[in-house]
């Protein structure tokens, strides 16, 4: 009888030339300090990479890259997105004036809110890179763990309700979660911050094994970027079930019953790879609050021994547990949190306030909203946001919070200045938050071209103007009152959170998007494919359609993504195709 031949074993994947360039950097530092002295406007692609973790992506800026002298591949405009760590968007006058500063002086004369709470700075180039990361530290910020294999900026409400203890404990949960999961590693000091003057050279790594240096990360970080965000049920504002990981707040009689844990949200997608997909975060547990850094850490030790270190695209922890499936990986996190989870509390998300607007902060004082279209804050022709913003932070001195929706809170204010701040805006050309329409506060758009290497088409630079276009339409409806978001990304790695809003307009190449419909402003539902491919110049009448089938035949206090939900996305657009044939009538 002949032997039974051994079973072969599958080789383990090869993992990705991202993990090499982390395996080999000696916690982060790789050569970036000697690549940032050799007076070329790049980095290698190892350090590239590496950067990410620093806070800062390099980019290179597709209209105004030059010819070469063959007269036929063109010179990369290489600059760089330098982005700072601000968790729960929670910052001072003094700070956010420096910011603006370093827009001017450093940047490309701008500077941009984020939808994490975070500020980012577009146009630096390679010579002033480390003065725009001093400067920063300098005023008490940072930008390590910015972007990266890391935990991202940790989002939290940024409404400053004073004496009100469970807003307060929240804020200050995030805040401690932050720097408990932010990275160890002495490279982002030595490079960017040790004074030139002594040269001193000190190892970027610690200890013989390196453990001493990251107890949470490790030598190679984690296999994807990591998001967190805390939430109230009551004003989901950060939308927490798009984190990789989520607390939402339980709270009974102004005390603070402990956090609802939820886990595997993300939004990105790859279009050429059928196997990416958008994620809610799933409901894992209840942890009391003496739990929360030390679920935290078990969720994210899980992600780091079992995410996919081989193929990027799907690395993030929604494809982990969904890999894994999810009670697997709740007996994973249990196991590394060394005791069971609870069930999670029935508390679960009802409402939400994008702050914006003026509201009593409960101590006398008052806070005010102000809508930052996209986030941008800029000086253009009349409209001079930036000079304003400037004005309003030297002469009131208010504390400032930024919301996830790209806006600005000034916070401490009296109630006289409520009639200075609506004088310093109209003065240089702004509108008040409550001289925008509904339509307008509740859109948001990402970056995209011409500096993001990712987009395929156009986002934060044609949404204001597509906003403009379908203002007069909404009015004819009569829904300018109507409360639904609209979110236009470049590219389906959707940035703006295009996947569970009720509109969402995804790049899908040049000058073409995917209408996605029926997600809400609760943030709880994802939405569903409308129409595929659809020119920008139609987006239009195809958004008016859909809203005057909304109109037609919409219950009574539905709203727009529940409405959409409810009659499917097959029977909104046979309506909406007949209405736009005209065989409804355009009344």
């Known amino acids: 009888m002949a032997d039974t031949p051994e079973q072969s ?6 993992p990705s030339a991202v993990e090499g ?13 000697q690549e940032l002295a050799d007076g070329t406007s790049g980095f290698g692609k190892g350090s590239v990479q590496l950067l990410k973790n620093h806070g800062t992506y390099q980019q290179d800026n597709r209209e105004t890259r030059k010819k070469s002298a063959d007269g036929k591949k063109s010179e990369k405009q ?15 006058a003094s700070q956010m004036l420096t910011q603006i500063d370093l827009g001017d002086e450093l940047g490309n004369g701008t500077c941009r809110l984020t939808t994490r709470q975070a500020i980012q700075h577009h146009g630096i180039v390679k010579g002033d890179l480390q003065a725009t990361i001093r400067r920063i530290n300098e005023i008490q910020l940072t930008t390590l763990a910015a972007c990266g294999d890391v935990e991202r900026n940790v989002m939290c409400c940024p409404a400053p309700i004073r004496n009100n203890p469970v807003r307060e404990e929240m804020m200050a949960m995030a805040e401690k979660l932050a720097e408990h999961l932010a990275p160890r590693t002495t490279a982002y000091h030595e490079i960017w911050l040790t004074d030139d ?12 094994n390196g453990h001493e240096v990251e107890p949470i990360y490790g030598p190679t970080y984690l296999p994807r970027k990591f998001k967190t965000a805390f939430a109230l049920p009551e004003d989901n504002c950060t939308d927490v079930y798009a984190n990789d990981l989520g607390f939402l707040t339980v709270h009974e009689d102004g005390k603070v019953l402990g956090y609802n844990v939820l886990a595997g949200g993300g939004m990105g997608v790859t279009p050429s790879a059928a ?21 935290a850490v078990a969720i994210v030790k899980v992600q780091r021994d079992f995410g996919n270190r081989s193929d990027r695209k799907v690395a993030r922890l929604k494809y982990t547990i969904n890999n894994m499936g999810l009670e697997a990986f709740r007996a994973k996190v249990e196991e590394y949190f060394g005791k069971p989870l609870a069930p999670c509390h029935a508390a679960d998300v009802h409402g939400f306030d994008d702050h914006i607007g003026w509201f009593e902060q409960g ?9 930052v279209e996209n986030g941008r804050i800029h000086d253009q022709d009349g409209f001079r946001l930036k000079t304003a913003i400037r004005q309003i932070l030297r002469e009131l001195s208010p504390g400032v919070r930024i919301t996830a929706h790209q806006s600005l809170l000034f916070t401490d204010l009296n109630a006289a200045d409520r009639v200075r701040i609506a004088d310093i805006l109209h003065d240089h050309g702004v509108k008040t938050s409550e001289e925008i329409s509904t339509l307008r506060r509740w859109s948001m758009a990402c970056v995209a071209l011409p500096t993001c290497g990712l987009a395929v088409a156009e986002s934060e630079r044609v949404l204001p103007g597509l906003i403009d276009s379908l203002e007069p339409e909404v009015a004819k409806l009569g829904l300018s009152e109507d409360a639904f978001t609209v979110r236009m990304t470049g590219c389906p790695n959707a940035c703006a959170r295009p996947y569970n809003s009720d509109i969402g307009l995804v790049g899908r190449t040049k000058g073409k ?5 029926g997600g809400r402003l609760l943030g709880d539902r994802l939405n569903e494919q409308y129409k595929d491919v659809v020119p920008f110049e139609d987006l ?8 005057a089938c909304y109109k037609a035949e919409r219950s009574a206090e539905e709203t727009l993504g529940d409405f959409c939900h409810r009659k499917g996305v097959d029977g909104v657009r046979t309506w909406a195709d007949e209405w736009l044939a005209g065989s409804r009538g355009h009344g």
């Open 9 to 14: 074993v599958a080789p383990a994947p090869k």
């Open 21 to 33: 360039f982390k395996e080999t950097s000696n916690f982060l530092a790789g050569d970036i300090a």
């Open 78 to 92: 290489i600059s760089f997105m330098v982005r700072s760590r601000i968790p729960g968007g929670k910052l001072t």
């Open 197 to 208: 003057e002594t040269g001193e050279k000190t190892l970027a790594g610690g200890g013989a």
């Open 275 to 295: 196997k990416t997909f958008p994620a809610l975060a799933k409901r894992l547990g209840f942890v009391p609050p003496e739990d929360v850094l030390e679920i």
């Open 363 to 371: 101590d006398g004082k008052f806070f005010y909203g102000l809508n």
């Open 513 to 517: 998007y995917t209408i996605f419909l």
């Open 540 to 547: 239009v009448s195809e958004i008016t359609a859909v809203l």
